[in-house]
Every structure is written in structure tokens, then in C-alpha cells.
């Protein structure tokens, strides 16, 4: 499985804005389906947004959705994850994940199920708190 790096997090206001990134430790082929997820204080991680390495098509949780936008730079090998209005229930550590698209499918399969098949880098705090 691919590793990441995740970057970017800090503390920030509720309204705020933070832009995260995850270097991959491999050129990301296009076979894989990345996606961004979340663990807070004594939960399981929850996928936030998840993107095609194939074809760009996306998929975001309802709780992020028209607030988080993530993209796929392809020269830099990293997936960023822009996150604007934030929430305090935004608060997490944030982590991405790859798997192969013939393992988990499409974008929405990754986010609502592949945190069970995932392996877990350092991950990134984001706090929204005033």
C-alpha cells in the first residue's frame, strides 16, 4: 500500500480556512482511489473525501460537502484537501489512505468503507476553536 504524509494542520477559528496535503511515498498511478479521513477524540477514522486516481470523480461526506474541495496534483505526487467554514466539529487528525480501485471501487466505496482495509500514517491535527 501506498504511505502518505500528512501536512498543514493547526489551530484555526470557527469560519476559518486550512489547506492539508499528503505526499505519497510512490508515484500515485492512476489504478488508485485516495481519500481523506478523520479521527477524533475516541472515534473511528471516517472518510471525508475521496478522489479517482482514474478519472478525477469525487466523492465528500455530507457533513463537508460544498465546505471541502480535494484535488490530486499529479508533478508534485500529492492529494491536498482545501477545507473553508470550518467547524469545531471539524476537529480531528486527519489522515489519507490509497487503495486499488479494483479493491474498493469508486470514490464513495472508499470513503464509507475503506478505513477498514487502510493503513495509517502520523496523520495531521486540525482544532477549530475559538
Known amino acids: 500500500q501506498l504511505q502518505f504524509v500528512e501536512s498543514g494542520g493547526g489551530l484555526v477559528q470557527p469560519g476559518g480556512s486550512l489547506r492539508l496535503s499528503c505526499q505519497a511515498s510512490?508515484?500515485?498511478?492512476?489504478?488508485?482511489?485516495i481519500g481523506w479521513f478523520r479521527q477524533a477524540p475516541g472515534k473511528e477514522h471516517d472518510g471525508v473525501s475521496c478522489?479517482?486516481?482514474?478519472?478525477?470523480?469525487?466523492y465528500y461526506a455530507d457533513s463537508v460537502k460544498g465546505r471541502f474541495t480535494i484535488s490530486r496534483d499529479r508533478t508534485k505526487n500529492t492529494v491536498a484537501l482545501q477545507m473553508n467554514s470550518l467547524k469545531p466539529e471539524d476537529t480531528a487528525v486527519y489522515y489519507c489512505?490509497?487503495?486499488?480501485?479494483?479493491?474498493?471501487?469508486?470514490?464513495?466505496?472508499?470513503?464509507?468503507?475503506?478505513?477498514?482495509?487502510?493503513?495509517w500514517g502520523q496523520g495531521t491535527q486540525v482544532t477549530v476553536s475559538s
Open positions: 489512505a490509497a487503495l486499488s480501485r479494483r479493491l474498493i471501487g469508486r470514490p464513495q466505496a472508499m470513503c464509507v468503507m475503506g478505513a477498514e482495509l487502510a493503513s
Open positions: 510512490e508515484f500515485i498511478q492512476d489504478d488508485y482511489v
Open positions: 478522489i479517482s486516481g482514474a478519472d478525477g470523480s469525487t
